[in-house]
Structure formats: structure tokens, C-alpha cells
């Protein structure tokens, strides 16, 4: 039998590491022939994962790393490259099925490269499609290939979305934990830590999502994706917060009828089905155990605390370069938090002064046009950072 051609670009991350595991217990590499691993500057474990999964490529963004890399696979007889070029090269190797789960605006240029070359591309990089949008998918069209969300609401979503019954949908329906703030007052919120945030109750993530779902970033970004993924109006999208992360997204119809995706809170869920489609193969994860769970809650997102919502929605009503602008200025905001620059309601006061100053709207764009936003939005987010400063411990 022949064995299906992979690429896993971010291998070293969170949702890179799952996918990993999930190769690993269905067989490894005498059911996969892996193409390439990408990582960014995590040597050790990039150096592990290539010496059991023998890729044709590796590759490291960080140039600095490159020499610390070669050396701890010093006579393993593997091609190893360092740089953005090597990582953006990676991404259009010959493959079947690649995972696009570099985090950031860093993954848009080697997303783009593995959009471009066909085959199934699993995509666990929201940028691509709230930072470049119609112009990412047009690259999935333009390279024939099939884009599988690997969020676990946008996979849910996908699951359960009727493609035969667009008519009749009436909402979708994605689900939030609310995160470690979920019940804080702002006052208590304005003085957290970057510890504090990244304590995600439920999910086992990387340092920069978890500060997101804190913020509800991660889930206003969700929100954009959403409506790119999937044949709706904006207004037909809403959050839910629902604790305990086992509902992952919903779709309701016109009659009432409600369908819901249910799964216990892994990413090697998702991951596992992107990684069968379109046949579903078993994933090493728990079983939902009803009777244990006993409760499902859900209430409305308090958007005055959490107002990265608000803000989705109204990029999504300007359209055009104002979504690039928002995940630009977020990016730019979440590093001044993590360098304890602001304090984490200055995260979102800073996306709202950006998208206020450059005011970017409905105008048709293309990939440099997204390029030249994302920079932009960084720069006055960064200025604006510290122009802010407050002093934290």
C-alpha cells in the first residue's frame, strides 16, 4: 500500500506536536512518508521528531539555529535548511496532505506555498484567512487542492455544515471556554500577567493562543475565519462561552433544527479527522463520558469586558484590509503584553486605535496589499504600545 505523502509545517507547536502524536500511533513512518518538518527556533524538538520521522526536509526559520540544529543531527544523512525561504520552500514540496499550523503572520508565505501545490491542506493558521482572506483562498482554488479547517469550531463547523442545505441555514454557532478571565471583573483583568492569561482551563495550547483565548482574540479571530469559510452573512455567526469546551461549534436551520458537534477538548481530534478525510480514522483521545460530564452551560460573551468580538464584527462590516489590520495590531499589542509593556486590556484598546487611525475599509487588495497593512498595523500598534507604557512586574 502506498503511503501517504505529509508536510507539517510548524511540527514544533502545539497543534504541530498533536499531529506528530497522531502519525505517531497510526503506524508513523511505515504509514507516512513525511515530506518536510518546519520549525521556528525550538531545535531540540525539531531535531527529535526528524530522527524518528526520517523527512526528506527539514527546516528551521531561525538562521541563528541552523548551526545547533545541524549539529545534533550530525550523521543522520538528512537534508536540513534554515530561513524563511527554506520554511516557504517546505510548503510547496511535492505532497498529499500538509499541515499549515505555523503561528502568525510567519505562516502566511509558506501557507500560501502549500495552497498553491494542490492536495488536501490541512490549515490550522488563522492569518491566512483573516489576515489575506479571499486572496488565500484563491490560491486554494488556484492549486485545485482541499482546505480542511483544523480549529476545532471550524472543523466541528465543517462536520456538521450541510453544503446541500445552504438555504436553509439560519446560524452558526461557535463556542468559547471564555478562559482563565472568564468571570474577572475588568478591574482585576487590567492587572493580570502573562501567566495568569496563558493558564487556559481547558485546552493545552502554545504560549501566544492561550493569551488570545484570554482575550477572546482567538475567538474574534474565529469569528472572521468563519465567515470566510463558509456561505453566511457576518450577522448569522455568533459566540457562545460554554465552559466546558466539549460542545465545540453548532449550525441551526430554518426548521428549527439544531445540529451539534460534540468531542472532548484535544486538538488530536481534529487533527486526526483532517488527516483521514475524507474516510475518519481513529484519533487517541478520551471518549466523552455523558454521565461524568453532567452539565452543559452556556451563556453570552460580555463583550464590555471582552471586546475583541465587537471589534471582529466591525472589521467584517468595513471589509477589504481592515481584518489584515486587526490581526496585525493584535499581534503587535500581544507582544507588548508578554513583554509587560501594557496591561492586557490595553491589548484590544490598542487594535481599536489602530483600526481607528488607518481606517481601512472595503477596498479590493492583493497579497502585497496585505503585506503592506500587516506592516503598517504593527508599526502604529507598536508605537502606540509605547506611547502606553505602564509599568508592570
Known sequence: MTRRRVTLMGSTGSVGANAVDVIRRRGGIEAYEVVALTGGRNVAVLAEQARELRPELTAIQDEAAWPALKEALAGEGLRIEAGDAAVEAAGGLPADWRLAAIVGAAGLRPSLAAA??????????????????????????QGGGKLIPVDSEHSALFQIFEADQIKAVDRLIVTASGGPFREWSRERMDSATPEQAAAHPNWSMGLKISVDSASLFNKALEVIEAARLFPVRPDQIEVLVHPQSVV??????????????????????????????PERIPAPTPKLDFAALSRLDFQAPDEARFPALRLAREVLEAGGLAPCALNGAKEAALEAFLERRIGFLDMAAAVEATLEALAPGGEAYDLQDVFAMDARARRFATDWTHDHRRAFA
Open 116 to 141: 498553491r501545490a494542490g492536495g488536501v491542506l490541512a490549515l490550522a493558521n488563522k492569518e491566512c484567512l483573516v489576515a489575506a482572506g479571499e486572496a488565500f483562498l484563491a490560491a486554494v482554488e
Open 248 to 277: 465545540h461549534a453548532m449550525v441551526g436551520y430554518a426548521d428549527g433544527s439544531v445540529l451539534a458537534h460534540l468531542g472532548a477538548p484535544d486538538m488530536r481530534t481534529p487533527i486526526a479527522y483532517a488527516l483521514g478525510w
